[in-house]
């Protein structure tokens, strides 16, 4: 089955520093990746969608300065939460899209959880 | 307003026990989706019902799709400990859209 392949699974850094988080698809092309944020007990808040080789969209209220997305080729996308404060601490998850699979097309990375200190 | 609205917000049960879980939304739908969350990490597609389909089921799972009351329900039956999970629902547009997902549903199964 697909796999999506998420790091790092856990991530500590210190405020005002910038962490990159990379989703992986691994046997497949995603022509389009999401990323998620979930706050606990909350559910998923769609960030921005990436399309291979264009500019990601972001949802209303993301900061797209804060948050870099980079979607360089069809199976690699990057999250970048760049002077990260202590605020920007969640759980984010990616999601990579094959589009050979219609609306089942859909895989989850296993999250990454972000403290910042 | 957030699409997909799960209820209730958190079930338990005993083991072997049937779940019901609801879950409504607002605007026109393509398909509507099931995934599963284990505490801390992703989610795992469960089922997908297309909005032409009144019900479905896979294995233990039973959901059904009323678009005229815009709502769904997941049904686990014979359910087990190793079901104890967050459950969302999340409604799709169109096969090359987002999905709008649901706030969810901790599922606590008693062994």
């Known amino acids: 089955g697909a796999v999506v392949s998420q790091h790092p699974s856990r991530v500590i850094c210190k405020s005002g520093t910038s962490v990159k988080i990379e989703c992986r698809s691994l046997?497949?092309?995603?022509?389009?990746m999401f990323w998620y944020r979930q706050f606990p007990k909350q559910s998923l808040m769609l960030m921005a969608t990436?399309?291979?080789?264009?500019?990601?969209?972001?949802e209303q209220g993301v900061e797209k300065d804060k948050f870099l997305i980079n979607h360089a080729s069809l199976t690699l996308s990057t999250l970048t939460v760049t002077s990260a404060h202590p605020e920007d601490s969640s759980f984010y998850i990616c999601?990579?899209?094959?589009?050979?699979?219609?609306?089942?097309?859909?895989?989850f990375g296993s999250g990454t959880r972000l403290t910042v200190v | 307003s957030q699409q997909g609205e799960e209820d209730p917000q958190a079930l338990s049960i005993q083991e072997g026990e049937n779940a019901t879980m609801n879950c409504s939304y607002k605007t026109s739908i393509n398909n509507l989706q099931w995934y599963r969350q284990n505490s801390g990490r992703g989610l795992v597609h469960l089922i997908l019902?297309?909005?032409?389909?009144r019900e479905k089921h896979s294995g233990r799972l039973r959901v059904t799709l009323d678009t005229s009351k815009k709502s769904s329900s997941l049904l686990i039956t014979a359910s087990r400990a190793a079901d104890t999970a967050s459950y969302f629902c999340?409604?799709?547009?169109?096969?090359?859209?987002?999905?709008?997902f649901g706030k969810g549903i901790t599922l606590s199964v008693r062994p």
């Open positions: 990436s399309n291979e080789g264009s500019k990601a969209t972001y």
């Open positions: 019902i297309r909005s032409n389909e």
């Open positions: 999340a409604t799709g547009t169109g096969a090359n859209s987002k999905l709008t």
């Open positions: 999601s990579a899209r094959d589009a050979d699979r219609g609306n089942y097309g859909y895989t």
């Open positions: 046997d497949f092309q995603a022509t389009t």
